[in-house]
């Protein structure tokens, strides 16, 4: 197992609020219910996002999670609701912990 990244970006559509409703609520509840079970499972490690507007274009979330393998660590991060409904975009990348 080794550790990964995926950092999320919302696509620019939703970066305007008034693009919001009740189905991109109820995808963006399903991502974090997913992270807080994967969590609690141990597979994710640490999920964040900075704290800024939401029409900011810096803004960005993060995920470290554990995986077997390149493969495995790409299709976890696809499967992300949010990700799979095209709410957000997401690269994964291999993560080294330092401290």
Not at 47 to 72: A, Q, R, Y
């Amino acid at each position: 197992m080794r550790d990964y990244i995926y950092i999320l970006n919302l696509v620019p559509k939703f970066q305007d609020q008034s693009s919001w409703g009740e189905k991109e609520n109820k995808i963006i509840e399903d991502h974090f219910a997913r992270l807080e079970r994967q969590h609690k499972r141990g597979t994710v490690k640490y999920v964040g996002k900075t704290d800024l507007p939401i029409t900011n274009k810096s803004n960005f979330g993060l995920v470290v999670f554990e995986s077997e393998n390149d493969t495995t660590a790409e299709l976890f991060m696809q499967s992300d609701p949010a990700v799979m409904k095209k709410i957000m975009t997401a690269q994964c990348l291999p993560f080294k912990h330092v401290l």
